[in-house]
């Protein structure tokens, strides 16, 4: 994959880059759309280095306009093209714009546009998708949907212009039927629903163009949210003195482990030694202190039958992660009424988010200091919604989570969002690998571990998240995606955290 922006658009942020890029700029649109066809078509032979012969599908819409392009551009190097329009018989007079325009040059050219017949083979050695665009916003058309399932039956490699049709650029859902496409070449802003939810599943390999625009059109339009990169570990974690001590790295204290769920919170707290926690204390139920002594000889551990024990470990530390194996019963009740008379930042996942939920404590004050990390299910549960209505709009669904409850928001999935209300944040790495049990416990061991080494809570969310995704990349690379485990990732995440 080649290196993408951090920046990330909504599809009209997009389209505002691209009329300031006409207005300000000076650059004509059919100017841009020639060389967003040239670096698709560039792309194309770089991935397929011994095709000569495409299948170009197109739509009515700008979209539709670089794929006219792009079967020029192969007519005019002699490849064999099998160019289709998806539409009614008024197709060409549903054309507008730099769209038209394309459409004339193409014919011109001697590309030769045909109907989109299902029942005709797709001859072309790679399919082109330029059917739907960004502007996609309900479902698709019976139309388009049996061309989508045409390429999808194909298994003809497929690169997608822009985006694979279907798509929705600002949330990543599939509107009814998408196209899975090998490769996607898309063009100025990079959408940010290319890198989350359904969309991992049907971009492929994602190339960006930025088609050459000058930062003055960057500079005038907002951004939706940030891609997060190497680059951001190497600006909240500067190289350590060489006259530290324990001391400056601070003390975090893991609460949970209730009766049959210790592996959670001992999983959490190894975690935090791994990512720089300068001491680490378990709280967790007595029947586990030789279990999580044994497995991490650095952490602290306590046994903990009730909240008056807890007190006096609060005393002592810095940063709380709260949750991991805390179960749902008296012993869990405990631990949170003696944690909520305490101000200290916490990273909160699991059962303590359930608990929260039930007790009614997380909307009562608003935990500026705290991180709250959902996966979807829970964040549903939290916003009395169901999971799909969070995951249509993940963005959204991150928002309303900061603004219930003050706190820094982790949502969790294909596309980790972080926000605090004011940045969004998306982690585009990670793997399936990463869909098997403690993941989350090793995450919040992680985050509290970066909490208590006095990052800001965003800093130490967006920070962690990235670390984690990557460690998951780095193992999966090493032994594959399929067996890994949780605890496979701490000796990766503190690799990844010393810029190594």
Sequence with gaps: MNELPVPLY??????????????????????????????????????????????VLCGAGNNGGDGFVMATLAVQRGWTVQARYVGDAMFAQQLRGEAFEAWQWACAEGVEFLPFDADEPLRGEVVVDAMLGTGLNGTVKSSFIAAIKRVN???????????????SADTGSVLGEA???????????????????????????????????????????????????????????????????KGDFGHLLV???????????????????????GKVTLATRPEHVTAALMRSPEVMVQGINSGQELVPLLDKVDAVVFGPGLGLGAWAEQMLQALWNSSLPCVVDADGLTLLKRTGKLYEVDRA???????????????????AQVQQDRLSSAQRLHEQTGATVVLKGAGTLVTDGDVMHLCAAGNPGMASGGMGDVLSGVIGALVAQNLSTIDAARIGVYAHAAAADRCAAATGERGLKATDL??????ILNHR
């Design 369 to 387: 200091n705290w991180v709250i990390t959902p996966h979807p299910g829970e964040a549903s549960r939290l916003l009395s919604m169901p999971t």
């Design 153 to 167: 039956k194909s298994n003809k490699p497929v690169l997608a212009v822009d985006i694979p049709s279907g798509l």
């Design 255 to 277: 609460i949970g482990g209730d009766h049959g769920m210790g592996g959670a919170a001992i999983m959490a707290a190894e975690a935090a030694v791994n990512a720089g926690a």
């Design 10 to 55: 909504t599809a009209e942020q997009t389209r505002l880059l691209d009329k300031t890029a006409i207005n300000e700029a000076g650059i004509p649109g059919f100017t841009l759309m020639k060389r967003a066809a040239k670096s698709a078509f560039s792309v194309l032979m770089q991935r397929w280095p011994h095709a000569r012969s495409i299948t």
């Design 490 to 495: 701490p000796p990766y995440v503190k690799l």
């Design 179 to 245: 196209v899975r496409a090998s490769v996607t070449v898309t063009f100025i802003g990079l959408k940010l629903g290319l890198l989350m939810h359904e969309a991992v599943d049907y971009v492929g390999e994602l190339v960006f163009e930025s088609l050459r625009l000058p930062d003055s059109v960057y500079e005038s339009v907002n951004v939706s949210a940030f891609r997060l990169s190497d680059e951001d570990i190497e600006a909240c974690l500067p190289r350590r003195k060489r006259s530290a001590h």
